[in-house]
């Protein structure tokens, strides 16, 4: 079993920044894909930035240049920097990890782009 916490959002200006973490705790040896979804109120979650065992990424097309995923295998942690944020950013930002063949997700955290 591996359990996710997500942390990091809250509301921020256009134009700022924020980071979310996502830390995993469990049998967490061979996470090999970590994932980063956001939902917007009446919206499909949609898949934002994905980074695999070997550090290789992908980006929503609208994120990228803007948004950047990373991992720390030693901490079991995986993080999401997001810069120049636009309203259209804001949703609830879940994490996700494939271990030994099953998806486990985070509970999410709110991020809100507002002046």
């Known amino acids: 079993q591996v359990q996710l916490v997500e942390s990091g959002g809250g509301l921020v200006q256009p134009g700022g920044s924020l980071r979310l973490s996502c830390a995993a705790s469990?049998?967490?040896?061979?996470?090999?894909?970590w994932r980063w979804y956001s939902q917007a109120p009446g919206k499909a979650r949609e898949l934002v930035a994905a980074?695999?065992?070997?550090?290789?990424?992908n980006y929503l097309d609208s994120v990228k240049g803007r948004f950047t995923i990373s991992r720390d295998n030693a901490k079991n942690t995986v993080y999401l920097q997001m810069n120049s944020l636009k309203p259209e950013d804001t949703a609830v930002y879940y994490c996700?990890?494939?271990?030994?063949?099953?998806?486990?997700w985070g509970q999410g955290t709110q991020v809100t782009v507002s002046s």
């Open positions: 996700g990890a494939l271990y030994r063949g099953g998806w486990y």
């Open positions: 469990g049998s967490t040896d061979s996470i090999n894909i």
């Open positions: 980074i695999n065992r070997d550090g290789s990424t």
